[in-house]
C-alpha cells in the first residue's frame, strides 16, 4: 500500500504556540489523525520507523518515542520481530474495557442478545444534542435485551448517525461487542466513552423485556462514545436489573 504523504500540525503563525508541544507529541498528533482516518486499516502494519520518520522529516527516535506512546494509549500494536500494527478490537477485548457489569463475587460478566431490531429513523431532539446532528438528520437505532448468566438484565438502546454508519442496518445480527464492528467495517476506533449513572423506576417496556414488576428499581446508564479525534458516534441508553449484578470500575 502506498502512503501519501505526510506532514506535522503547523504551529500558529506570528510568534510561539500557544501550548507548546514537544516534537515527539505532534508526531503523535500527526499519526493519530492518520489512524483515525482510516489511512491504514485496523490490524495492518504500519511502516517502518525509518520510513515514517522520513515522510515527517523527523528522527527516528522521536518517531519510536511517539509510537510508544501510541501503543501505551492501546492504539497500536508493537510486536517484536514483526512490526506495529494498528491495533483491533476483538469481541472479548471491546466486551471487557466498556462492558462495566460484574457478579456479586466480583467477576466480569459477558452477556448475549435477545429481541434485537434495527431502524432507520429521524434523530430525536435528545439524540440530535447527543450526537450534534442537524434537526432533519436520520439515525439507526438497535434496540435489544442483553442477557446474562441466562437471565434478561438490560434493555439496551443505541443511537448512530445514518450518515457515519450507513448501511448498519443491513449487518444484523449484530454481535454482542458493536465497538470491534465499527472498528471492522467503517474503520471508526472508539477510545472513550463518558457515562451518567443514576437510579429509575421500571417502566411498561422494562416490564415486557426484563420481566420486573413496574416501579421496580432499574440502575440507567447514559453513555456517549468517542473516536481518537474526540467526535462523539453514538448515544446509548442501558436500563438494567442489577438485582444479582453490581457496576463496577477500578479508578487509578
Same mark, same amino acid.
Given at each position: 500500500?502506498?502512503?501519501?504523504?505526510?506532514?506535522?500540525?503547523? @504551529?500558529?503563525?506570528?510568534?510561539?504556540?500557544?501550548?507548546?508541544?514537544?516534537?515527539?507529541?505532534?508526531?503523535?498528533?500527526?499519526?493519530?489523525? =492518520?489512524?483515525?482516518?482510516?489511512?491504514?486499516?485496523?490490524?495492518?502494519?504500519?511502516?517502518?520507523?525509518?520510513?515514517?520518520?522520513?515522510?515527517?522529516?523527523?528522527?527516528?527516535?522521536?518517531?519510536?518515542?511517539?509510537?510508544?506512546?501510541?501503543?501505551?494509549?492501546?492504539?497500536?500494536? =508493537?510486536?517484536?520481530?514483526?512490526?506495529?500494527?494498528?491495533?483491533?478490537?476483538?469481541?472479548?477485548?471491546?466486551?471487557?474495557?466498556?462492558?462495566? @457489569?460484574?457478579?456479586?463475587?466480583?467477576?466480569?460478566? *459477558?452477556?448475549?442478545?435477545?429481541?434485537?431490531?434495527?431502524?432507520? %429513523?429521524?434523530?430525536?431532539? /435528545?439524540?440530535?444534542?447527543?450526537?450534534?446532528?442537524?434537526?432533519?438528520?436520520? /439515525?439507526?437505532? &438497535?434496540?435489544?435485551?442483553?442477557?446474562?448468566?441466562?437471565?434478561?438484565?438490560?434493555?439496551?438502546?443505541?443511537?448512530?448517525?445514518?450518515? *457515519?454508519?450507513?448501511?448498519?442496518?443491513?449487518?444484523?445480527?449484530?454481535?454482542?461487542?458493536?465497538?470491534?464492528?465499527?472498528?471492522?467495517?467503517? %474503520? &471508526?476506533? &472508539?477510545?472513550?466513552?463518558?457515562?451518567?449513572?443514576?437510579?429509575?423506576?421500571?417502566?411498561?417496556?422494562?416490564?415486557?423485556?426484563?420481566?420486573? /414488576?413496574?416501579?421496580?428499581?432499574?440502575?440507567?446508564?447514559?453513555?456517549?462514545?468517542?473516536? *481518537?479525534?474526540?467526535?462523539?458516534?453514538?448515544?446509548?441508553?442501558? %436500563?438494567?436489573?442489577?438485582?444479582? @449484578?453490581?457496576?463496577? /470500575?477500578?479508578?487509578?
Amino acid at each position: 500500500m502506498s502512503t501519501p504523504a505526510a506532514s506535522l500540525p503547523e @504551529l500558529p503563525a506570528g510568534g510561539e504556540p500557544l501550548r507548546f508541544r514537544p516534537l515527539y507529541g505532534q508526531v503523535y498528533e500527526s499519526l493519530l489523525k =492518520r489512524i483515525a482516518g482510516g489511512e491504514w486499516r485496523a490490524g495492518e502494519a504500519l511502516p517502518s520507523e525509518q520510513a515514517l520518520a522520513a515522510q515527517l522529516g523527523v528522527s527516528q527516535g522521536t518517531v519510536r518515542k511517539a509510537l510508544d506512546a501510541l501503543a501505551l494509549d492501546k492504539m497500536i500494536d =508493537r510486536r517484536q520481530g514483526k512490526g506495529t500494527f494498528v491495533a483491533e478490537l476483538t469481541q472479548e477485548q471491546a466486551l471487557f474495557r466498556f462492558f462495566r @457489569l460484574t457478579r456479586a463475587d466480583g467477576e466480569r460478566a *459477558v452477556p448475549s442478545s435477545a429481541d434485537e431490531t434495527l431502524k432507520l %429513523r429521524p434523530a430525536r431532539a /435528545v439524540e440530535q444534542r447527543a450526537l450534534g446532528l442537524a434537526p432533519d438528520e436520520e /439515525v439507526i437505532e &438497535i434496540l435489544r435485551t442483553r442477557v446474562l448468566d441466562g437471565r434478561p438484565t438490560m434493555v439496551e438502546r443505541v443511537v448512530v448517525p445514518a450518515a *457515519v454508519f450507513p448501511g448498519l442496518e443491513r449487518l444484523a445480527p449484530l454481535p454482542n461487542a458493536l465497538y470491534a464492528l465499527y472498528q471492522r467495517e467503517y %474503520r &471508526i476506533n &472508539i477510545a472513550a466513552v463518558d457515562e451518567r449513572l443514576r437510579a429509575d423506576a421500571a417502566r411498561r417496556e422494562d416490564v415486557r423485556r426484563l420481566g420486573v /414488576v413496574l416501579g421496580a428499581p432499574l440502575l440507567q446508564i447514559e453513555r456517549v462514545a468517542r473516536t *481518537v479525534e474526540g467526535r462523539v458516534v453514538e448515544w446509548r441508553l442501558s %436500563r438494567c436489573d442489577t438485582t444479582h @449484578l453490581s457496576y463496577a /470500575v477500578t479508578l487509578s
